[in-house]
């Protein structure tokens, strides 16, 4: 685990669910918003966020899920990543909470801890096969499958910009007492789907043009000056 190191002018793979609608803390307009605050003033900035209870226990648990997890899965896990890696220049760009390596041919099957939402039966790896992970830590109840905005859309985007993985994996720790695993293959029609929502931001950026949809104070264009018109 390493602190943030990518880029702040670019969208990256924390923001994705802001820009599917899904991050009830931020709207998209506030996203947008943070973005033209680096060229024009008159645009507020996102407020800086610290930390609370709930990240410090995220960050001191996440060693500790990528190690299980690799346990679990027969890897090897390399948890202190300082690559950033990408998906086209100056467009996406990603970290990687860890990177999974198979210690021997192997077929993985669904457990109790060991899940595949997309149906699959198993996950054959040769020695030597990536898998992207992707550590949380929630307060929920233990799912079927986490939610889009816990882990999967983030993990996804990885994958678009690390293609050597060869599976995806997003590890959930619930309530502080029990892992699932949840196993994913490249999701090609989500991953084309943040892609095209990227675009979409980047387009709107440059026309400084507010998306319609986020709140009904929202819904208005505003030019260069930040006037609602």
């Given at each position: ?12 793979g ?20 943070s ?179 986020d ?15």
């Amino acid at each position: 685990m390493v602190g943030k190191i990518t880029r702040e002018d670019i969208i990256t793979g924390s923001k994705l669910p802001t820009l599917f609608g899904l991050n009830k803390y931020t709207k998209r307009n506030a996203l947008l918003r943070s973005y033209l605050n680096f060229k024009h003033y008159e645009y507020q900035p996102l407020p800086k966020f610290n930390g609370n209870e709930y990240t410090d226990w995220g960050n001191l648990l996440e060693p500790l899920i990528l190690q299980k997890s690799g346990e679990l899965l027969n890897c090897y896990v390399n948890s202190q990543i300082t690559d950033v890696y990408s998906f086209r220049e100056d467009f996406f760009e990603v970290s990687l909470d860890g990177i999974m390596t198979s210690a021997q041919d192997q077929t993985i099957y669904p457990s109790e801890q060991i899940i595949f939402p997309q149906g699959q039966t198993c996950a054959t790896l040769k020695t030597g096969d990536q898998l992207i992970v992707e550590a949380k830590s929630t307060q929920h109840y233990i799912e079927d499958a986490p939610a889009l905005e816990r882990g999967v859309l983030q993990a996804q985007g990885q994958h678009l910009c690390y293609q050597k993985a060869k599976w995806i994996v997003v590890a959930v720790l619930y309530r502080g007492s029990s892992l699932r695993l949840f196993v994913y293959e490249p999701d090609k029609a989500m991953q084309t789907d943040i892609i095209k929502r990227i675009e979409e931001f980047y387009s709107r950026l440059k026309g400084c043009l507010l998306y319609t949809s986020d709140a009904a104070d929202d819904s208005l264009r505003v030019d260069l000056g930040g006037r609602r018109i």
